[in-house]
């Protein structure tokens, strides 16, 4: 008696499939079904309550949904713009050193191995206003006598949040641009400078186009980090004063498991992952075009 | 169009010294080649001249400007590297027109100057092509393009041929030459191949461990070595070396074996003096398969142990005084080994070293 035989690589690929579908697909189809349900973590009962694309339809009429929304695009763009130059002045310096390049390489790397927690609590207190180390450093230089509300106003909670993301995340740029600059070859560089380049002209039309591709790398996983922005802010502001720092994914996380209102909380999730596919298809793009640019095959 | 003039040039690595004090005076629109065995710093001599290495000490003078500490921008030159340092990001005619931009010249200079060197490259097809789609003597051309377009000074040249195969090596060699002719700049141009040094050079500086051995035309270093070292290494195949001693002027080899002093060294030489006899291989040949030798010459047998015909040619190797040589026959016929032949020996073209310390004892 012959049974009918599944082929081989389909029956050794199976497990990974099988676990694949459980950790990922299972959980992805259940909140993408939950948004279109009126799920509330509280009623468990709610979950088969199919309610359409009211989820939907409610966060795109949602002041705030669209003000968090803005908002992280803002931070995203700033934060991404401010560690590239940062990122790429610092690698462009330790590129320079010689001796201890290093030791200075492994200091780079700190603010990588802190937990954004821990980050967020360290922020929180550098910028409080009473005892922060910001306000007594302006206090004791005579700049001030007023204890400044750096986490309290909106604009400066948005800039005390950014110092943050700056600083634990400058150094994924500086680390991915060093890299690339360790990989631009000499010769070029060597026939610009006898083609008449200055340094800057060098830099600028030889070394950069090398490191670009690196450096759209850093922005790709950068931006869905930044896009996903939560930890620092839940700690340092949590999304307060009264929504002032408010991100998508604090709005999201206080929806879903504050108001327990789950079904909605995955349908701003769901249009927002749209904000950081667009993000990362963009540096792609760019990191292609790029490597087309230098003739290493688009 | 400049002259180039390195004093007492010195280069160090921290205590590694790899050039030694070498002294060099390069004519305006002359065509120097640098030559020597690997290792021997004529890259880093060469890249000096440019300003990519500091000196270490001494002076170097393109044109009437000492440019010890002048960067590469400011000393007018253009140099086409061993591995042509293409930029891969812009096609060829973005390579050819780099320079000109940065110089900030008018768009339609830089086109015209950029057509030209291409036309005389025969580049023009490949104009918007990368290098990355180039073969390898379409890439070597285009550093040489990139030279060119800018009327420099001086051309530096880093053995830019050893990539190439033999056919398209000779063929680029009669390219350089030509364009020296055309354009009358100071060519600097290092190879470790002697026959492109030959051909190419109006004068030939032979180095060796970061000092200079000799400096003359191809000729005079061909004929007039100064020391053994440039008498092996100018010429194929290398002089061949037999040591022996002075005795009444004849020059006792090993095996009883003497030859008479050629007459340019009578002078210079005294009983029992340790010598080394340089013969070349185009001045030892079979009787009746040799070049008429109108001169004085000398004659013996040899066994031929291997020969290597070579067409119109044939090269023999045969023992001399307990020592291995090599030799030339003329309007050649098969040779087995083990023969044994009558050999001729061209006085007039014989050299003689002395045995300590290598040098010409002419
Ligand atoms: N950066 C460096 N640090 C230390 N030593 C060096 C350095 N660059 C070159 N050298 C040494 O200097 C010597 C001369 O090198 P150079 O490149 O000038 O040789 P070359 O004559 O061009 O040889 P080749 O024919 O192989 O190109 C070599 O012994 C080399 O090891
Ligand atoms: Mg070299």
Redesign the pocket.
Same mark, same amino acid.
């Given at each position: 008696m012959t049974r009918p035989r599944l082929p081989a690589w389909f029956v050794l690929l199976l497990p990974a499939f099988i676990v694949l579908a459980a950790v990922v697909l299972i959980p992805l189809l259940l909140s993408l079904y939950s948004s279109f349900t009126s799920y509330r973590l509280t009623r468990p009962e709610t979950l088969y309550n199919w309610i359409g694309t009211f989820n939907y339809e409610k966060a795109v009429q949602s002041a705030h949904f669209w003000s968090a929304f803005g908002r992280t695009v803002l931070l995203l763009t700033i934060a991404l713009n401010l560690e590239m130059l940062l990122g790429l002045g610092l690698a462009l310096l330790v590129n320079q050193v010689t001796y201890g390049q290093r030791l200075l390489r492994t200091i780079m790397m700190f603010p990588m191995m802190f937990s954004p927690l821990l980050v967020g609590f360290q922020f929180k207190f550098i910028f409080n206003d009473n005892v922060g180390l910001v306000n007594n450093a302006l206090q004791s230089l005579g700049l001030t006598n007023v204890a400044i509300p750096w986490l309290v106003d909106g604009q400066l909670a948005f800039i005390s949040i950014l110092v943050a993301e700056m600083w634990s995340s400058t150094s994924v740029f500086a680390i991915l641009i060093l890299a690339g600059l360790f990989a631009v070859p000499r010769d070029p560089i060597e026939a610009a400078k006898v083609d008449g380049c200055t340094p800057w002209q060098s830099f600028r039309h030889i070394t950069l186009p090398y490191i670009m591709p690196f450096i759209y790398i850093a922005l790709a996983i950068r931006s869905l980090d930044v896009a996903r922005a939560y930890d620092i802010v839940q700690i340092m502001t949590n999304g307060g004063p009264a929504r002032r720092t408010e991100l998508i994914w604090t709005l999201i996380g206080r929806t879903g498991y504050v108001d327990a209102k789950m079904g909605y909380a995955n349908a701003m999730g769901y249009i927002s992952i749209f904000l950081a596919i667009a993000f990362t298809i963009y540096f792609f793009r760019k990191l292609n075009a790029a490597r087309a640019e230098l003739g290493m095959g688009g | 169009m400049a002259q180039v003039t390195l004093r007492t040039v010195v280069?160090k690595?921290?205590a /590694?010294q790899?050039?030694h004090g070498i002294d060099l005076d390069i004519d305006d629109s002359e065509f120097v080649v /640098?030559v020597?065995? %690997?290792?021997?710093?004529? %890259?880093?001599? /060469?890249?000096m001249i440019a300003g990519l =290495?500091p000196i270490s000490g001494g002076e170097i003078v393109i044109g009437d400007r000492v440019v010890n500490d002048l960067p590469p921008r400011h000393r007018n030159i253009s140099m086409v590297f061993?591995n042509y340092a293409l930029y891969p990001h812009m096609t060829v005619r973005e390579n050819l027109g780099f320079s000109l931009k940065i110089a900030k010249r008018a768009q339609g200079e830089i086109d015209r100057a950029v057509d030209e060197a291409a036309e005389i490259l025969s580049l023009t097809e490949y104009l918007d092509r990368k290098p990355g789609a180039l073969s390898g003597g379409q890439r070597q051309r285009v550093a040489m393009g990139r030279a060119i377009v800018r009327h420099p000074d001086v051309f530096l040249f880093? =053995?830019p041929l050893s990539n190439l195969d033999a056919k398209l090596r000779t063929q680029m060699r009669t390219e350089i030459k030509k364009l020296h002719q055309k354009v009358k700049s100071t060519i600097v141009y290092?190879t470790?191949d002697q026959v492109e040094a030959m051909t190419l050079a109006d004068r030939i500086v032979i180095?060796r461990d970061?000092h200079i051995e000799q400096i003359g035309t191809p000729l005079e270093v061909f004929e007039a070595p100064t020391n053994t070292f440039v008498a092996t290494f100018i010429g194929s195949p290398p002089m061949n070396l037999l040591e022996g001693r002075v005795a009444q002027d004849a020059v006792a080899l090993a095996n009883g074996i003497t030859v008479p002093v050629p007459e340019a060294f009578r002078a210079h030489v005294t009983d029992g003096q340790e010598v080394i006899l340089g013969v070349r291989a185009d001045n030892l040949m079979p009787v009746g398969h040799a070049m008429p030798m109108e001169g004085a010459h000398a004659a013996f047998d040899m066994t031929v142990n291997l020969s290597e015909p070579l067409g119109t040619e044939t090269l023999l190797f045969a023992t001399l005084a307990g020592e291995e040589v090599q030799a030339k026959m003329l309007n050649p016929r098969p040779v087995a080994s083990g023969e044994q032949l009558r050999f001729q020996l061209d006085l007039t073209r014989c050299h003689l070293f002395d045995a300590q310390s290598r040098q010409s004892l002419r």
């Amino acid at each position: 008696m012959t049974r009918p035989r599944l082929p081989a690589w389909f029956v050794l690929l199976l497990p990974a499939f099988i676990v694949l579908a459980a950790v990922v697909l299972i959980p992805l189809l259940l909140s993408l079904y939950s948004s279109f349900t009126s799920y509330r973590l509280t009623r468990p009962e709610t979950l088969y309550n199919w309610i359409g694309t009211f989820n939907y339809e409610k966060a795109v009429q949602s002041a705030h949904f669209w003000s968090a929304f803005g908002r992280t695009v803002l931070l995203l763009t700033i934060a991404l713009n401010l560690e590239m130059l940062l990122g790429l002045g610092l690698a462009l310096l330790v590129n320079q050193v010689t001796y201890g390049q290093r030791l200075l390489r492994t200091i780079m790397m700190f603010p990588m191995m802190f937990s954004p927690l821990l980050v967020g609590f360290q922020f929180k207190f550098i910028f409080n206003d009473n005892v922060g180390l910001v306000n007594n450093a302006l206090q004791s230089l005579g700049l001030t006598n007023v204890a400044i509300p750096w986490l309290v106003d909106g604009q400066l909670a948005f800039i005390s949040i950014l110092v943050a993301e700056m600083w634990s995340s400058t150094s994924v740029f500086a680390i991915l641009i060093l890299a690339g600059l360790f990989a631009v070859p000499r010769d070029p560089i060597e026939a610009a400078k006898v083609d008449g380049c200055t340094p800057w002209q060098s830099f600028r039309h030889i070394t950069l186009p090398y490191i670009m591709p690196f450096i759209y790398i850093a922005l790709a996983i950068r931006s869905l980090d930044v896009a996903r922005a939560y930890d620092i802010v839940q700690i340092m502001t949590n999304g307060g004063p009264a929504r002032r720092t408010e991100l998508i994914w604090t709005l999201i996380g206080r929806t879903g498991y504050v108001d327990a209102k789950m079904g909605y909380a995955n349908a701003m999730g769901y249009i927002s992952i749209f904000l950081a596919i667009a993000f990362t298809i963009y540096f792609f793009r760019k990191l292609n075009a790029a490597r087309a640019e230098l003739g290493m095959g688009g | 169009m400049a002259q180039v003039t390195l004093r007492t040039v010195v280069k160090k690595y921290g205590a /590694l010294q790899v050039v030694h004090g070498i002294d060099l005076d390069i004519d305006d629109s002359e065509f120097v080649v /640098l030559v020597g065995p %690997s290792g021997c710093g004529k %890259s880093t001599t /060469l890249r000096m001249i440019a300003g990519l =290495e500091p000196i270490s000490g001494g002076e170097i003078v393109i044109g009437d400007r000492v440019v010890n500490d002048l960067p590469p921008r400011h000393r007018n030159i253009s140099m086409v590297f061993q591995n042509y340092a293409l930029y891969p990001h812009m096609t060829v005619r973005e390579n050819l027109g780099f320079s000109l931009k940065i110089a900030k010249r008018a768009q339609g200079e830089i086109d015209r100057a950029v057509d030209e060197a291409a036309e005389i490259l025969s580049l023009t097809e490949y104009l918007d092509r990368k290098p990355g789609a180039l073969s390898g003597g379409q890439r070597q051309r285009v550093a040489m393009g990139r030279a060119i377009v800018r009327h420099p000074d001086v051309f530096l040249f880093d =053995e830019p041929l050893s990539n190439l195969d033999a056919k398209l090596r000779t063929q680029m060699r009669t390219e350089i030459k030509k364009l020296h002719q055309k354009v009358k700049s100071t060519i600097v141009y290092v190879t470790h191949d002697q026959v492109e040094a030959m051909t190419l050079a109006d004068r030939i500086v032979i180095m060796r461990d970061g000092h200079i051995e000799q400096i003359g035309t191809p000729l005079e270093v061909f004929e007039a070595p100064t020391n053994t070292f440039v008498a092996t290494f100018i010429g194929s195949p290398p002089m061949n070396l037999l040591e022996g001693r002075v005795a009444q002027d004849a020059v006792a080899l090993a095996n009883g074996i003497t030859v008479p002093v050629p007459e340019a060294f009578r002078a210079h030489v005294t009983d029992g003096q340790e010598v080394i006899l340089g013969v070349r291989a185009d001045n030892l040949m079979p009787v009746g398969h040799a070049m008429p030798m109108e001169g004085a010459h000398a004659a013996f047998d040899m066994t031929v142990n291997l020969s290597e015909p070579l067409g119109t040619e044939t090269l023999l190797f045969a023992t001399l005084a307990g020592e291995e040589v090599q030799a030339k026959m003329l309007n050649p016929r098969p040779v087995a080994s083990g023969e044994q032949l009558r050999f001729q020996l061209d006085l007039t073209r014989c050299h003689l070293f002395d045995a300590q310390s290598r040098q010409s004892l002419r």
